[in-house]
């Protein structure tokens, strides 16, 4: 009983072997393919870098360079897939009975155009609500936008307090540079001996502003 048991249990291995050897006879074997290409715009002008290329649900997939080049294996039967934000989605069948080991691709990409709907913004969440809120406004309550906005000495103010811009930082930044090097190199001015000065001192003192700073 023993040896029947043991060669029945021979018998039903070879037998599935047998039927393994036959299934992986008949299964022709995929063929391999390099897909290589470059990506180039609608006008065939820009190379296109950065473009998603893969194989759908495979897990295989790369990207083209800054060149718009790509090179990557594929399976005769496969459909790969070109994808970019901005372009239209394009696919390549490769063909199932190809010969080849190679296949270059030159593919142009079209820009993809979304047209979105209107969308209105509006202060208030319907239009009959606005419309009734501006016609409740009491325009004479309301202060004047400009009421002492463009005084003389609101604007003398607002002048005196304004810092200074960047070409008048830089003036006076050249101008302390110069009047260094002069003061390190060249010969010191004497301010007694100069006319203007002492034109603007006489002025100053008709005007009062040597008594306004006591």
């Given at each position: ?36 290409g ?24 790369t990207?083209s360079?800054?060149f718009?080049y ?25 063909p199932a009975?190809?010969t ?13 155009e ?20 501006i ?5 004479d ?70 008594r306004?700073?006591?």
């Open positions: 009983m023993k040896n029947f048991i043991a060669i029945l249990a021979i018998f039903v291995v070879g037998l599935l072997g047998f039927h393994r050897s036959a299934s992986a006879q008949d299964t022709p074997e995929q063929k391999v393919v390099q897909l290589s470059v990506i180039l715009n609608a006008d065939s002008t820009t190379a296109i870098p950065g473009v998603n290329i893969y194989v759908p649900k495979k897990g295989r997939g990207s360079n800054r718009g790509f090179s990557m294996p594929v399976v005769a039967g496969d459909s790969v897939v070109f994808s970019f934000i901005g372009l239209k989605r394009q696919t390549l069948k490769i009975d190809i080849e080991d190679k296949l270059s691709y030159i593919l142009t990409m079209v820009q993809d979304i047209a979105l709907q209107e969308v209105q913004v509006m202060p208030y969440p319907t239009e009959e609500e606005f419309k009734n809120a016609l409740a406004v009491n325009v309550a309301e202060p004047p936008l400009n009421r002492g906005n463009l005084s003389p000495q609101l604007l003398l103010k607002w002048a005196e307090e304004m810092p200074a811009s960047g070409n008048e930082n830089f003036r006076q930044f050249t101008n302390q540079q110069t009047q260094q090097t002069l003061d390190r190199y060249g010969p010191r001015p004497l301010p007694l001996l100069n006319p203007f000065a002492w034109a603007q001192f006489i002025k100053s003192i008709k005007n009062g502003d040597l306004n700073r006591d």
